[in-house]
């Protein structure tokens, strides 16, 4: 516990409280003297603290994090390639005269048999494609778990002004250690999420199997369509800090801790979550204007472009959310606890 003395009170802004080492008193001074001073809980104070842990993630790890995720860019260029021009890929190519006509609003018309045959090359080639898709779906969740836990971890340094005291090799194995349960945090969001919006449709279930008239069923389909959205926004704010929470260790899988840490600010983690996410998204609009200007040029160009987006918005992503959230975890613990480091 922190020794006693006189702290910001949690419950009242601009307030001193006495602090006894055990408990809060009530005994109460007024911050005189003190205009300038910030609200440590502030939006203003978590913005310029997270501009703050952006810096250091972006000087400390950044190039760690781009050559993860260009490595990914890389496997994705050669199974998009590699399908591209494939035997079957160029038979479809030559069906849909489809080197001729990218970039245009040209239509092309198929015969009864053409269509049936352009049907059997795309299950072929989906039925070749489903184990190499799987594999690079495993890839990448481990690349955003893995880059997400190191640019959290080195975050959660920032106010300590120990960033540089874990090398960055230290870091990254940690980090490996880390992916195990950040990974079952995950799953467990998704089953949570899921169980939610099948529990929402249980009523039109019961209807449905009771024989219930149509309209009925629309209602019942309607409202669970509904509670399905608030029930999974409302989760998504509580448990939104889980992963990052995760990343750092020592809390589990983070889902307690997310959940006790939103009770009462709900709307102010959600807030900030959602102008993080604004502001890594606007980082890459002026790669996405140019989208038109490569479209001309040819598929492969275009679709090398387009991976090169993706793979600078996943940076700016990790680069920007992941510090944001660990901000708010510090904030929120420290205004749990009433005192400010």
């Known amino acids: 516990m922190p020794p006693p003395g006189w702290y910001p009170d949690p419950e009242q802004a601009w307030t001193w409280r006495w602090w006894d080492g055990s408990a809060w008193s009530e005994l109460r001074a007024p911050q005189t003297g003190w205009a300038g001073h910030r609200d440590p809980y502030s939006f203003s104070a978590w913005f310029s603290d997270a501009v703050r842990a952006v810096k250091a993630v972006a000087r400390r790890v950044g190039w760690l994090l781009a050559v993860v995720w260009l ?3 890389v496997l994705l260029a050669a199974f998009f390639l590699a399908v591209f021009n494939s035997g079957k890929g160029r038979e479809i190519r030559s069906l849909l005269q489809f080197d001729e006509s990218f970039g245009s609003n040209r239509t092309v018309e198929l015969t009864d048999a053409e269509f049936d045959r352009l049907g059997d090359l795309w299950w072929d080639i989906l039925r070749a494609a489903v ?32 960033v540089d005291e874990v090398s960055r090799a230290d870091d ?18 998704v089953v949570i999420a899921v169980g939610v919006g099948m529990a929402a449709f249980v009523p039109m279930l019961i ?10 069923v629309a209602v019942a389909a309607v409202f669970g369509m509904i ?15 889980a992963i990052v929470i ?5 809390w589990g899988l983070g889902l307690r801790r997310s959940w006790d840490l939103t009770e009462g600010h709900f709307w102010s983690v959600v807030g900030r979550l959602v102008v993080a996410g604004l502001i890594a998204g606007a980082a890459t609009v002026p790669l996405s204007v140019l989208n038109s200007v490569v479209l001309p040029i040819g598929f492969v160009p275009w ?32 205004q749990r606890v009433g005192l400010v480091s």
């Open 207 to 216: 209807l449905l199997a009771v024989d219930a008239g149509g309209v009925a």
């Open 303 to 334: 679709l090398l472009f387009v991976l090169f987006v993706q793979i600078v918005s996943n940076i700016i992503t990790v680069l920007v959310t992941t510090p944001a959230q660990v901000v708010i975890v510090e904030h929120l613990d420290a």
């Open 227 to 241: 509670a399905a959205v608030v029930l999974s926004g409302w989760l998504v704010g509580r448990l939104s800090l």
């Open 246 to 250: 995760a990343s750092t260790g020592g």
């Open 71 to 73: 490595a990914c860019g």
């Open 131 to 162: 184990p190499w898709m799987i594999a690079l779906s495993v890839v990448l969740m481990i690349a955003w778990i893995w880059t997400t836990v190191v640019a959290a971890r080195v975050a959660a340094r920032v106010d300590a002004g120990s």
């Open 172 to 189: 990254a194995a940690d980090a490996v250690r880390r992916v195990p349960a950040v990974f079952i945090t995950f799953v467990a969001l």
